[in-house]
């Protein structure tokens, strides 16, 4: 079983849906996770974490950790044309440990 | 706003040679991460760096890679002997504390092993 896995898509919705990421994981030890969004041929952006389970909301995104289920979420509302790329979910494990273990990302297109 | 600054953005190099990469980290930003992404893959940790040393890597840094600062201000990437499986583009992350849960990364350099 893969440590983090995210479907690939491509995920297409009209704008203005409310689109919903998702990734699930195997390991528990996970504390820190996050979301980045990556244009193309561009560094990954951070747009949002959350520590342990819960919800975290920003503007017109909003973070949801599960831990007991290992699953975690993007909602984005009001979805624009600029919202289309790619979305990375990224895990940390205890505070010590620096690296952070991505997925392989959801390519997301908001049609006009 | 700040940024990390990769050069070059684009290396084209022969098998077997050396490459080195470049990263100008955001000036009050501590750690240092380098970070690959093959094309069509998931974005993988190499390395991370603290006051002068490596304090975490992956086993996909073996003897190949170094990093080092060599004038303060640079972080740097080294692939001795490049392999056609280096070709992946290469991400320099930096962040001012470890308490930071996500690090800037910046555009990348696009390595491409003939």
């Known amino acids: 079983q893969k440590e983090v896995e995210q479907d690939p898509g491509p995920l297409s919705v009209p704008e203005g849906a409310i689109v919903s990421l998702n990734c699930t994981y195997s390991n528990s030890a996970f504390q820190y996770f996050m979301w980045y969004r990556q244009y193309s041929r561009k560094g990954p952006e951070l747009l949002m974490y959350t520590y342990s389970s819960g919800n975290k909301e920003d503007g017109r995104f909003t973070a949801q950790v599960d831990k007991s289920s290992k699953y975690i979420s993007l909602f984005i509302r009001d979805s624009q044309p600029s919202d289309s790329a790619t979305y990375l979910c990224a895990m940390r494990a205890n505070f010590g440990n620096e690296k952070l273990t991505f997925g392989t990302g959801t390519r997301l297109t908001i049609i006009p | 706003e700040p940024e990390v600054t990769q050069t070059p953005s684009h290396q084209v190099t022969q098998m077997g040679q050396e490459v080195i990469l470049r990263c100008v980290p955001i000036?009050?930003?501590?750690?240092f991460y380098w970070y690959r992404q093959i094309l069509g893959q998931k974005v993988e940790f190499l390395v991370s760096?603290?006051?002068?040393?490596?304090?975490?890597k992956s086993e996909i840094f073996d003897d190949q890679f170094s990093v080092e600062r060599p004038d303060g201000s640079n972080f740097t990437l080294k692939i001795r002997s490049t392999k056609l499986e280096d070709s992946a583009m290469y991400f320099c992350a930096t962040s001012r504390d470890r308490a930071n849960y996500g690090y800037t990364f910046g555009s990348g350099t696009r390595l491409t092993v003939v």
């Open positions: 000036s009050n930003h501590l750690y």
């Open positions: 760096f603290y006051n002068n040393e490596i304090s975490e």
